[in-house]
T-cell receptor, first 113, second 113 residues
Framework: GENVEQHPSTLSVQEGDSAVIKCTYS??????FPWYKQELGKRPQLIID?????GEKKDQRIAVTLNKTAKHFSLHITETQPEDSAVYFC????????????FGSGTQLTVLP | NAGVTQTPKFQVLKTGQSMTLQCAQD?????MYWYRQDPGMGLRLIYY???????DKGEVPNGYNVSRLNKREFSLRLESAAPSQTSVYFC????????????FGPGTRLTVT
């Protein structure tokens, strides 16, 4: 089955700096890669996703890049703000009928004021 | 729309007791999922249902059973709870044609003593 590895497990940045979180996946058939943000005690919420026919996608301060050859994808957050502090999860999904997701282990991002 | 709802929010069980976690969605989604979240391990898929009438095992199905009662409802049952099942349980749902975003419920925090 699919295996998703995520690094780093913790990341501290100064407010206004950029943050980058990286994930690798093992199944070359995976074709959908979402990123979720989870605040303490809350449910995961989708912040951005990318499909395998696209190399990069941006949404305001957030961007995701995908390298299918190397089987890795990354989340980039620019101009970080204290409210960006949360746990971020990457995930990968194949072509199964339910498009089930395999999640990375998460990155605790702390933005220092 | 309420989205995805789960009951109960919190539960404490003694080893060997049984219980059922309830999940319902009002988004007319075909696919539904149950995850457990343990510290430092991300979300792991327990069972999923690609459509009404079908269920399949995920990564960590041992000790659990599920029922897809109808298109809206997907329940998770612990027949004989064990301390290793102490976790936060999330239900999610998604459509099977794009977009593939999974929407999560608020979670159930379960403690088994």
């Amino acid at each position: 089955g699919e295996n998703v590895e995520q690094h780093p497990s913790t990341l501290s940045v100064q407010e206004g700096d950029s943050a980058v979180i990286k994930c690798t996946y093992s199944d070359s058939a995976s074709n959908y890669f979402p990123w979720y943000k989870q605040e303490l005690g809350k449910r995961p919420q989708l912040i951005i996703d990318i499909r395998s026919n696209v190399g990069e996608k941006k949404d305001q301060r957030i961007a995701v890049t995908l390298n299918k050859t190397a089987k890795h994808f990354s989340l980039h957050i620019t101009e970080t703000q204290p409210e960006d502090s949360a746990v971020y999860f990457c995930a990968a999904s194949g072509s199964g009928s339910a498009r089930q997701l395999t999640f990375g282990s998460g990155t605790q991002l702390t933005v220092l004021p | 729309n309420a989205g995805v709802t789960q009951t109960p929010k919190f539960q404490v069980l003694k080893t060997g007791q049984s219980m059922t976690l309830q999940c319902a969605q009002d988004m007319n989604h075909n696919s539904m999922y149950w995850y457990r979240q343990d510290p430092g391990m991300g979300l792991r898929l327990i069972y999923y249902s690609a459509s009404e009438g079908t269920t399949d095992k995920g990564e960590v199905p041992n000790g659990y059973n599920v029922s897809r009662l109808n298109k809206r409802e997907f329940s998770l049952r612990l027949e004989s709870a064990a301390p290793s099942q102490t976790s936060v349980y999330f239900c999610a749902s998604s459509g099977t044609t794009g977009p593939y975003e999974q929407y999560f419920g608020p979670g159930t925090r379960l403690t088994v003593t």
